[in-house]
């Protein structure tokens, strides 16, 4: 069974930066796609970046684009989000995610979809207020 693990949020000001973590465990994360959501309060959850089972590919939707940064470190089963320029808007609850890569590719990862099983972590916070 796969159990992510997220660590990395917290309060920051408005254009500041923060590291996202998740640690994988249970099972190699090398078959897995790997992408990170958010839920903001009273909205539904939206993936906000997304990579491929070897890191070669991301996606990032154009709300974040040019400011979050997804990686992974398959020899560590950890993937990172690096945000920066962050602003009130980016608040909410951050999850880490993962789908198997014979179902998923890192667009329909990142979309809503109920199609396909995606293991979810428990979320960390980030809260973005001067």
């Known amino acids: 069974q796969l159990q992510l693990v997220e660590s990395g949020g917290g309060l920051v000001q408005p254009g500041g930066s923060l590291r996202l973590s998740c640690s994988v465990s249970?099972?190699?994360?090398?078959?897995?796609?790997m992408g990170w959501f958010r839920q903001a309060p009273g909205k539904e959850r939206e993936g906000v970046s997304c990579?491929?089972?070897?890191?070669?590919?991301?996606y990032y939707p154009e709300s974040v684009m040019g400011r979050f940064t997804i990686s992974r470190d398959n020899a560590k089963n950890t993937v990172f989000l690096q945000m920066n320029s962050l602003s009130p808007e980016d608040t909410g609850v951050y999850y880490c995610?993962?789908?198997?890569?014979?179902?998923?590719?890192?667009?329909?990862?990142?979309?809503?979809?109920?199609?396909?099983?995606?293991?979810w972590g428990r979320g960390t916070q980030v809260t973005v207020s001067s």
């Open positions: 995610a993962a789908g198997h890569l014979s179902s998923f590719n890192v667009q329909t990862m990142c979309a809503t979809s109920p199609i396909g099983r995606k293991y």
């Open positions: 249970g099972l190699s994360s090398n078959y897995y796609i």
């Open positions: 990579i491929g089972s070897s890191g070669g590919t991301t």
